[in-house]
């Protein structure tokens, strides 16, 4: 029996929810085991002058955890960066690898780095572009290298190859 995991890395809680939930939803009741990795706790996404970075945090990890207990993730991981400041950058880069040698999966779901404006109703957060653009240059070349991050050898996670990857919030669907 092949072994089915699908991991969902993005931006921020809710981005799997309103982009791609339906498909983690069947793909986990036809027995995929699915982790979802949000880079930021989303700590900047509100209007509200009396709401403060670390309560919304807190308020949107929490309602993470219960659309993934819904959905039937097994695992929520949020890697803490700051929300609306995200950059793809090497650092970013080895915390998503170090996530993806920890968990192994044999699917990555990500977000678009391409997509940047629709028509006159949508501009894409830039967190959800460097969200893209990271998670798809850690799954090639670096998860599968055993020369970048060696100190990740140090920690016991061994390269390991994706051979599936989708890509969601685009313009240009297949």
């Given at each position: 029996i092949?072994?089915?995991?699908?991991?969902?890395?993005?931006?921020h809680p809710?981005?799997?929810?309103?982009?791609?939930?339906?498909?983690?939803?069947?793909?986990?009741?036809?027995?995929?085991e699915i982790h979802y990795?949000?880079?930021?706790?989303?700590?900047?996404?509100?209007?509200?002058?009396?709401?403060?970075?670390?309560?919304?945090a807190t308020m949107r990890e929490a309602e993470q955890r219960r659309a993934a207990e819904i959905?039937?993730?097994?695992?929520?991981?949020?890697?803490?960066?700051?929300?609306?400041?995200?950059?793809?950058?090497?650092?970013l880069r080895r915390s998503l690898v170090r996530v993806m040698r920890t968990i192994r999966p044999t699917t990555l779901v990500c977000q678009d780095p391409t997509m940047r404006y629709i028509g006159r109703e949508y501009i894409n957060h830039p967190d959800h572009?460097?969200?893209?653009?990271a998670a798809l240059a850690a799954v090639f070349p670096s998860v599968r290298d055993r020369m970048t991050f060696p100190e990740l050898l140090d920690e016991g996670l061994e390269p390991h190859k994706i051979p599936n990857v989708y890509i969601f919030g685009t313009t240009v669907p297949d």
């Open positions: 092949e072994r089915k995991v699908a991991m969902v890395i993005m931006a809710d981005d799997a929810e309103f982009s791609c939930s339906g498909t983690i939803a069947k793909w986990a009741r036809a027995g995929a990795c949000s880079i930021t706790s989303g700590d900047k996404g509100s209007e509200d002058p009396e709401m403060t970075g670390p309560k919304l959905l039937g993730v097994k695992s929520v991981t949020f890697l803490g960066y700051q929300d609306a400041m995200l950059v793809p950058d090497l650092g572009i460097a969200a893209g653009e």
